[in-house]
Each structure stands twice: as structure tokens, then as C-alpha cells.
């Protein structure tokens, strides 16, 4: 009797084991890094690429950059109509100056708060959302990525130029939520390639 209780309760934590796992991998997973752009007609921004590293798809999404008191500010484009499948990326961008003038609109989003003139524009309140179009579902945020993103948008849109960030800035506008072992797998991989290429005189930046 006692024998078959405990294949009863193997069975039993085995197939609830499973399904947790299950669970875990249809999270998404993804890696975000950023860079600055600068085009033919005369446009010059902030980029973002979202890489699937799950397994499962990644829904359309938009990415909104948020604050309590501003409500959210989506000005990554283009639109997301397609799911990013895994081993995918797609790139979004954000133009900050046009012909030589800053986008007045996204200053007046900083300065103002609650309808009237913020007292302290960067006060550490602003989310990097990654939000599911037309739900309300987040498939990802950080109030990390989101401050450095507000730090960096607020000083192009005042100093009018982009791409002048410190190495800290550009560490804390990363993000990644790959699950650990696949990330260690993969940044040995990286790592090993990057070797692999110094060591035969090429030069290449993972950033």
C-alpha cells in the first residue's frame, strides 16, 4: 500500500513538475540593447532591438516609456504587427531631433507633470514598458532601463544631440530575461566567438 502511494505522489509531483516547466518556457524571454541612429533625412534618435532568446513568440507589443505623474510616452516606431518568433529581432526607433530641431512635443511630456510645470523633471519615477498592443498586458518593464532611457531622451531633447552616452548609461539601458543557464551558454558562445576573431585580427563590438 505504501509502495503505491509513493508511485501515486511520483506520478503526481512528476506531472506538476512538467506542467511548471511548461509554464517557465512559454515566458517570454528577451534581450534588449540600444544604439543611436542618424539618416538621410536628417533624423537622428535612439534605437532599441528586442531579441526573442525563449521559446515561445513574442506577441506584438509597444514599447511606452512611463511615469506616474505623465502617463505614457510611445514614440518607438514602427509598429508591431507581427509576432517576433524566437531567435527574431526587431528594431524600433525614436527620432529626437528632425532637420536640426528637437521634437518639441516630447519636451513638454518631461517638463510637465499632473497638467503643470514638473518640479524635478528626472526624479527616478519613469518604466520602460514593454506593453501588449491592444491589451494592457506588460511583457516587460524596468524602472532601470527606464530612468537611463528618460536621462538620455530629456539631455538630446535640451542639448540637441544624441549619442553621447557613458558606459554606465549604456549598461543600465540594457535588459535581458533569458533564463541563466541558456544566458551563461550563450555569453560563453559570444565570448568564445569574439576570442576567435581577435585572436585572427578582426575587430568586432557585441554592443
Not at 540600444?34 to 535612439?46: P, T, V
Amino acid at each position: 500500500m505504501q509502495f503505491l502511494a509513493g508511485m501515486l505522489a511520483g506520478a503526481v509531483l512528476g506531472v506538476v513538475a512538467d506542467r511548471t516547466w511548461r509554464h517557465f518556457e512559454l515566458l517570454p524571454r528577451l534581450r534588449i540593447s540600444h544604439g543611436y541612429f542618424e539618416n538621410i533625412k536628417r533624423e537622428k534618435g535612439y534605437s532599441y532591438t528586442i531579441e526573442n532568446t525563449g521559446q515561445a513568440e513574442i506577441p506584438p507589443f509597444q514599447i511606452a516609456l512611463f511615469h506616474p505623474d505623465r502617463g505614457s510616452l510611445m514614440v518607438f516606431n514602427p509598429p508591431m504587427n507581427e509576432v517576433i518568433r524566437p531567435g527574431q529581432r526587431a528594431e524600433f526607433q525614436c527620432v529626437v531631433i528632425k532637420e536640426g530641431a528637437v521634437r518639441s512635443p516630447f519636451l513638454h511630456w518631461f517638463e510637465k507633470a499632473k497638467g503643470k510645470p514638473a518640479d524635478k523633471i528626472l526624479d527616478d519615477g519613469y518604466v520602460l514598458r514593454l506593453q501588449m498592443a491592444k491589451s494592457d498586458y506588460i511583457i516587460y518593464q524596468s524602472k532601470r532601463n527606464g530612468n537611463a532611457l528618460a536621462r538620455l531622451l530629456y539631455r538630446g531633447l535640451k542639448e540637441g544631440k544624441v549619442g553621447d552616452e557613458t558606459w554606465e548609461e549604456c549598461l543600465a539601458m540594457r535588459g535581458d530575461t533569458t533564463a541563466i543557464v541558456r544566458r551563461l551558454i550563450r555569453n560563453y558562445k559570444e565570448k568564445r566567438s569574439l576570442h576567435l576573431l581577435e585572436a585572427e585580427g578582426t575587430h568586432v563590438s557585441l554592443r
